[in-house]
Protein backbone atom coordinates (compact mmCIF):
# COMPACT_ATOMS: atom_id res chain seq x y z
CA UNK A 1 0.00 0.00 0.00
CA UNK A 2 1.50 3.42 -1.09
CA UNK A 3 1.99 5.80 1.96
CA UNK A 4 0.44 9.68 1.07
CA UNK A 5 3.23 12.49 2.25
CA UNK A 6 -0.53 13.56 4.27
CA UNK A 7 -0.21 9.95 6.01
CA UNK A 8 3.32 10.41 6.41
CA UNK A 9 2.94 13.90 7.78
CA UNK A 10 0.22 12.58 10.12
CA UNK A 11 2.78 10.16 11.55
CA UNK A 12 5.21 12.37 12.43
CA UNK A 13 3.19 14.68 13.73
CA UNK A 14 1.45 12.24 16.34
CA UNK A 15 5.11 10.84 16.90
CA UNK A 16 5.83 14.29 18.12
CA UNK A 17 3.03 14.59 20.37
CA UNK A 18 3.49 11.44 21.47
CA UNK A 19 6.83 12.57 22.78
CA UNK A 20 5.28 15.45 24.14
CA UNK A 21 3.17 13.91 26.15
CA UNK A 22 5.80 11.46 27.38
CA UNK A 23 7.71 14.33 28.99
CA UNK A 24 10.41 13.79 26.82
CA UNK A 25 12.25 11.49 28.99
CA UNK A 26 13.77 9.50 25.85
CA UNK A 27 14.67 12.57 23.89
CA UNK A 28 16.75 13.92 27.29
CA UNK A 29 18.53 11.14 27.51
CA UNK A 30 19.57 10.65 23.91
CA UNK A 31 21.82 12.59 21.23
CA UNK A 32 20.01 14.51 18.51
CA UNK A 33 20.24 11.70 15.71
CA UNK A 34 18.53 9.17 18.16
CA UNK A 35 15.46 11.31 19.18
CA UNK A 36 15.02 11.98 14.74
CA UNK A 37 14.95 7.92 14.74
CA UNK A 38 12.33 8.55 17.58
CA UNK A 39 10.20 11.29 15.39
CA UNK A 40 10.50 9.33 11.85
CA UNK A 41 13.04 11.59 10.66
CA UNK A 42 15.21 10.05 7.71
CA UNK A 43 18.64 11.01 7.37
CA UNK A 44 17.93 13.34 4.46
CA UNK A 45 15.55 15.12 6.62
CA UNK A 46 18.14 15.83 9.04
CA UNK A 47 18.98 19.52 7.77
CA UNK A 48 21.16 21.57 9.96
CA UNK A 49 18.34 23.59 10.49
CA UNK A 50 16.14 20.57 11.56
CA UNK A 51 19.30 19.19 13.81
CA UNK A 52 19.27 23.05 15.51
CA UNK A 53 15.31 22.74 15.50
CA UNK A 54 15.72 19.20 17.18
CA UNK A 55 18.34 20.35 19.84
CA UNK A 56 16.05 23.25 20.48
CA UNK A 57 13.05 20.91 21.08
CA UNK A 58 14.97 18.57 23.70
CA UNK A 59 16.57 21.46 25.24
CA UNK A 60 12.86 23.20 26.15
CA UNK A 61 11.72 19.73 27.22
CA UNK A 62 14.53 19.70 29.72
CA UNK A 63 13.57 23.16 31.15
CA UNK A 64 10.00 21.94 31.16
CA UNK A 65 10.89 18.54 33.61
CA UNK A 66 13.38 20.65 35.56
CA UNK A 67 10.44 23.21 35.85
CA UNK A 68 7.99 20.48 36.72
CA UNK A 69 9.92 18.73 39.41
CA UNK A 70 10.55 22.55 41.20
CA UNK A 71 7.06 23.32 41.46
CA UNK A 72 6.72 19.63 43.17
CA UNK A 73 9.36 20.45 45.75
CA UNK A 74 7.53 24.14 46.42
CA UNK A 75 4.11 22.22 46.55
CA UNK A 76 5.25 19.63 48.52
CA UNK A 77 6.72 22.67 50.76
CA UNK A 78 3.85 24.37 50.99
CA UNK A 79 1.96 21.72 52.01
CA UNK A 80 4.09 21.22 55.08
CA UNK A 81 4.17 24.43 55.81
CA UNK A 82 0.40 24.22 55.73
CA UNK A 83 0.38 21.27 58.10
CA UNK A 84 2.95 22.97 61.19
CA UNK A 85 1.67 25.41 63.63
CA UNK A 86 2.58 28.59 62.73
CA UNK A 87 4.51 29.26 66.39
CA UNK A 88 6.07 25.65 66.97
CA UNK A 89 7.46 23.14 65.58
CA UNK A 90 4.80 20.27 65.59
CA UNK A 91 1.59 19.84 63.71
CA UNK A 92 -1.65 22.04 63.92
CA UNK A 93 -5.04 21.03 64.86
CA UNK A 94 -6.27 20.55 61.57
CA UNK A 95 -2.85 18.17 60.39
CA UNK A 96 -3.39 16.56 63.52
CA UNK A 97 -6.87 15.38 63.01
CA UNK A 98 -5.97 14.39 59.56
CA UNK A 99 -2.91 11.95 61.49
CA UNK A 100 -5.46 11.03 64.05
CA UNK A 101 -8.14 9.56 61.36
CA UNK A 102 -5.73 8.17 59.54
CA UNK A 103 -4.04 5.78 62.71
CA UNK A 104 -8.04 5.16 64.09
CA UNK A 105 -8.39 4.00 60.45
CA UNK A 106 -5.07 1.35 61.05
CA UNK A 107 -6.67 0.70 64.52
CA UNK A 108 -9.51 -0.51 63.47
CA UNK A 109 -8.04 -2.77 59.96
CA UNK A 110 -5.67 -4.41 61.90
CA UNK A 111 -6.96 -4.37 65.27
CA UNK A 112 -4.23 -2.81 66.95
CA UNK A 113 -4.52 -0.59 69.80
CA UNK A 114 -3.89 3.79 69.96
CA UNK A 115 -4.51 6.54 72.58
CA UNK A 116 -4.39 10.08 72.60
CA UNK A 117 -3.04 12.07 75.30
CA UNK A 118 -4.20 15.77 75.68
CA UNK A 119 -2.23 18.39 77.74
CA UNK A 120 -3.05 21.73 78.51
CA UNK A 121 -0.83 24.60 80.66
CA UNK A 122 -1.91 25.20 84.08
CA UNK A 123 -2.49 29.15 84.57
CA UNK A 124 -0.65 30.30 81.18
CA UNK A 125 -2.78 33.27 81.34
CA UNK A 126 -1.02 34.21 84.71
CA UNK A 127 2.00 33.28 83.25
CA UNK A 128 1.59 35.36 80.44
CA UNK A 129 0.74 38.51 82.35
CA UNK A 130 3.50 37.73 84.65
CA UNK A 131 6.44 36.95 82.22
CA UNK A 132 4.99 38.78 78.97
CA UNK A 133 3.74 37.12 75.81
CA UNK A 134 7.39 36.28 74.18
CA UNK A 135 8.06 34.55 77.46
CA UNK A 136 4.48 32.56 77.09
CA UNK A 137 5.45 31.67 72.89
CA UNK A 138 8.83 30.62 74.68
CA UNK A 139 6.91 28.53 77.05
CA UNK A 140 4.84 26.94 74.18
CA UNK A 141 7.72 26.37 72.30
CA UNK A 142 9.55 24.83 74.81
CA UNK A 143 6.22 22.17 75.67
CA UNK A 144 6.13 21.15 71.86
CA UNK A 145 10.06 20.42 71.67
CA UNK A 146 9.63 18.31 74.95
CA UNK A 147 6.78 16.60 73.80
CA UNK A 148 8.20 15.57 69.95
CA UNK A 149 11.88 14.65 71.74
CA UNK A 150 10.14 12.03 74.14
CA UNK A 151 8.30 10.09 71.59
CA UNK A 152 8.73 7.56 68.69
CA UNK A 153 8.46 8.84 65.55
CA UNK A 154 5.58 6.83 64.60
CA UNK A 155 3.60 9.21 67.30
CA UNK A 156 2.19 12.48 66.33
CA UNK A 157 2.05 15.58 68.54
CA UNK A 158 -0.32 18.70 67.28
CA UNK A 159 -0.78 21.77 69.07
CA UNK A 160 -4.56 22.11 69.45
CA UNK A 161 -4.43 25.96 70.06
CA UNK A 162 -3.68 28.53 72.82
CA UNK A 163 -1.51 26.26 75.52
CA UNK A 164 -3.32 22.76 73.94
CA UNK A 165 -1.51 20.31 72.84
CA UNK A 166 -1.99 16.46 72.10
CA UNK A 167 -0.25 13.06 71.43
CA UNK A 168 -1.01 9.98 69.61
CA UNK A 169 0.63 7.00 70.74
CA UNK A 170 0.33 4.33 68.17
CA UNK A 171 0.34 0.37 69.33
CA UNK A 172 -0.57 1.88 72.76
CA UNK A 173 -3.45 0.88 75.01
CA UNK A 174 -5.00 2.64 78.03
CA UNK A 175 -2.32 1.53 80.29
CA UNK A 176 0.58 2.22 78.24
CA UNK A 177 -0.79 5.62 77.28
CA UNK A 178 -1.18 6.44 81.00
CA UNK A 179 2.10 6.17 82.11
CA UNK A 180 3.95 7.56 78.98
CA UNK A 181 1.61 10.57 79.64
CA UNK A 182 2.93 11.05 83.41
CA UNK A 183 6.70 10.36 82.10
CA UNK A 184 5.66 13.01 79.31
CA UNK A 185 4.52 15.73 82.24
CA UNK A 186 7.48 15.31 83.94
CA UNK A 187 9.37 16.09 81.56
CA UNK A 188 7.96 19.43 80.70
CA UNK A 189 7.33 20.39 84.20
CA UNK A 190 11.46 18.80 85.58
CA UNK A 191 12.77 21.34 83.89
CA UNK A 192 11.93 25.26 83.66
CA UNK A 193 11.40 26.83 80.63
CA UNK A 194 14.17 29.90 79.95
CA UNK A 195 14.00 33.15 78.33
CA UNK A 196 16.62 35.88 78.11
CA UNK A 197 17.77 36.06 81.68
CA UNK A 198 15.08 34.07 83.73
CA UNK A 199 13.78 30.83 84.28
CA UNK A 200 10.30 29.36 85.45
CA UNK A 201 8.85 26.17 86.23
CA UNK A 202 5.69 25.27 84.09
CA UNK A 203 2.95 22.28 85.30
CA UNK A 204 0.36 20.92 82.78
CA UNK A 205 -2.42 18.58 83.40
CA UNK A 206 -3.13 15.75 80.96
CA UNK A 207 -6.18 13.47 80.46
CA UNK A 208 -5.93 9.90 78.08
CA UNK A 209 -8.12 8.27 76.50
CA UNK A 210 -7.72 4.89 74.37
CA UNK A 211 -8.75 5.56 70.60
CA UNK A 212 -12.26 4.55 69.26
CA UNK A 213 -11.62 3.04 66.19
CA UNK A 214 -14.80 3.73 64.95
CA UNK A 215 -14.93 7.39 66.43
CA UNK A 216 -14.32 10.47 64.60
CA UNK A 217 -11.23 12.57 65.58
CA UNK A 218 -13.54 15.48 66.71
CA UNK A 219 -15.38 12.88 69.03
CA UNK A 220 -11.87 11.63 70.59
CA UNK A 221 -10.27 14.78 70.47
CA UNK A 222 -13.07 16.44 72.81
CA UNK A 223 -12.90 12.84 74.69
CA UNK A 224 -9.12 13.29 76.00
CA UNK A 225 -9.67 17.29 76.73
CA UNK A 226 -12.40 16.24 78.85
CA UNK A 227 -10.20 13.64 80.49
CA UNK A 228 -7.60 16.46 80.96
CA UNK A 229 -10.35 18.85 82.53
CA UNK A 230 -11.42 16.72 84.69
CA UNK A 231 -7.63 15.66 85.92
CA UNK A 232 -6.56 19.61 86.41
CA UNK A 233 -10.21 19.96 88.25
CA UNK A 234 -8.71 17.45 90.61
CA UNK A 235 -5.69 18.68 91.00
CA UNK A 236 -6.91 22.42 92.26
CA UNK A 237 -8.96 20.94 94.46
CA UNK A 238 -6.94 18.22 95.72
Known amino acids: MKITRA ?5 S ?4 RALLEAGAQSASAAPVSDTSAFLGLGEAELTPAVRAALAALVSELEELRGEVARLKARLAEAEEAADRDPLTPVRNRRA ?9 TFARRYGSPA ?3 YFDLDDFKSFNDRFGHAAG ?17 SDVV ?3 GGDEFAVVLVQADRATAEAKAAALA ?17 HVSYGVREIDPMADPATAIA ?3 AAMFVNKRARRTG
Open 223 to 225: EAD
Open 115 to 117: SLI
Open 137 to 153: DAALQAVAERLSDNVRE
Open 186 to 202: AVIETEPVTFGDWSAPL
Open 13 to 16: ANRR
Open 7 to 11: ASETF
Open 96 to 104: FARELHRIA
Open 158 to 160: GRM
